[in-house]
Structures are given as C-alpha cells and as structure tokens.
C-alpha cells in the first residue's frame, strides 16, 4: 500500500499500461484481459489487473497532468517494484501532416515544467523514452501493420493557454501535445526503469480537426493493441 494506491504488491503487474482517464483503463481491461480483478479504487483512480495472453497484466488511470501521473508512476516503480509503463493516451497535433488517429510513438518529450529537475535532478527540458520499450512499440507495430509516427512531443503543462505558440513548436521542433510523458520518462530514468509513452491523435491544432467521441474509442484501440503485445513480449 502506498498514500495513492490500496493495491497488494503482488496485484501489480511488472509491465503497466496507462490510459489517463481510469473509466477507459476499466473499458480495456474488460475488453482485453481474463481472469480481471479491481486492485485500486482509491480516488476513483481505477487499476485492474489481469492476464492477456496468459501473462499479467495491469491496466491503471494516470489521471491528467505531470504531478498527477508522476504520483503513480513513482509509486509503481519504486513501492509496486513495476519495470514498464506505457503511457496510452491522445495528443493534439502541431503540424498539418500528423492526422486524428494517427498514432504517435513518442521518443523524447519537451517539458514546461521542472518536473524533471524536481523529481530526477535531470537539468535538460527534453527528456528520452526508454530505448528498450521504444524499439519494441515499433517492431510491434510493424508487425501488426500499423503505422506509427515518432518524434518529439511537448509535455505541456497548461491546456487552455493565453498566447500563440507557434514560434514555440517551430523552435523546439514539437510534433505533437500531451501533457504526462515527461513526469514518466523522468521517473523511469530516476528509478532505473523503462516508459514510453503512445498516442493517438484526437485533434489537429493547425486544421482544426477533431474526433468524435465514438470514433476516438475505435481508433484508441489500434494503440492498446500495440501495448497490449508490447506488454506480453
Ligand atoms: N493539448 C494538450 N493535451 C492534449 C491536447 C491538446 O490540445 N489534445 C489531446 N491532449
């Protein structure tokens, strides 16, 4: 037990997918793995562990944010004894030629915040994925016949921001928002461990185009799959 999570330890899986919203963690683990138990339920920030194919598997909500998934990250890697998280989420996309659905493999992350100074003593604002877990996404994907785009995503801290960013995302060479995988690149690398982090795109900041709710749940599971396989290799 931690202050953030009433799961045993052996309820925890060594490999750990994270959507953000923990009502999709419970959508996946129903939809995907057997033998299903609740191992979290505190703050609704549902965890479920299972197996799929056979192996253990733990789906978990990050909830939204570096603070809030780099609790549970923390936790995972250091009290739960947890070698892999992958990071399931959805992004906005900076530039015309990255499309909704499209799925992103991040490989580095430009942070806002000094998320990563605070918590890992890392000074650079651009933090990697962790190789191992990185290479086997796109394997993965390769192997499924899913294209995946990969480059470097901005882990923002502020959604809803008062001025225009493009000379911004020009300058850092932004491909894509989100606003997690810098927290859990950098607790990887403190803890000794691996994350990665896989998105699909819900919308494009430069067309304006957006998804539907019922669209995006379709799309969201060409990604789990990846992890999923990910998870099991
Ligand atoms: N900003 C930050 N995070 C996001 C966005 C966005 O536009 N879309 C999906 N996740």
Redesign the pocket.
């Not at 989420?89 to 906005?92: F, L, R, T, V």
């Given at each position: 037990m931690t202050p953030h999570i009433s799961a045993k330890k052996e309820d925890i899986a060594k490999t750990v997918l994270m959507p953000g919203d923990p009502l999709r963690a419970k959508k996946i683990a129903e939809t995907y793995l057997e033998n299903v138990k609740l191992v979290n339920e505190v703050r609704n920030m549902f965890m479920y562990t299972g197996t799929y194919k056979g192996v253990e598997v733990t789906i978990a909500g990050s909830g939204m944010g570096c603070p809030s998934i780099g609790i549970y990250s923390y936790e995972l890697y250091n009290f739960y004894d947890v070698e892999n998280i992958i990071r399931i989420?959805?992004?906005?996309s900076y530039k015309e030629e990255i499309k909704v659905y499209d799925v992103y493999n991040v490989k580095e992350a430009y942070g806002d915040s000094n998320y990563a100074k605070l918590a890992a003593n890392i000074d650079d604002k651009v933090i990697k994925a962790g190789t191992e877990l990185y290479s086997l996404i796109e394997n993965v994907a390769k192997d499924k016949n899913i294209k995946t785009l990969t480059g470097r995503a901005?882990s923002?801290d502020v959604?809803y921001r008062h001025d225009d960013i493009t000379e911004f995302v020009k300058e850092n060479e932004l491909d894509v928002?989100?606003?997690e995988s810098v927290a859990l690149f950098a607790n990887a690398i403190k803890a000794k461990k691996q994350a990665a982090c896989l998105?699909t795109?819900?919308?494009n900041?430069v067309t304006k185009e957006i998804t539907t709710a019922e669209e995006r749940q379709n799309n969201f599971m060409q990604m789990v799959e990846i992890a999923l396989e990910v998870a099991v290799k």
């Open positions: 989420g959805s992004a906005g901005h923002a959604f928002v989100e606003m998105l795109i819900s919308d900041l």
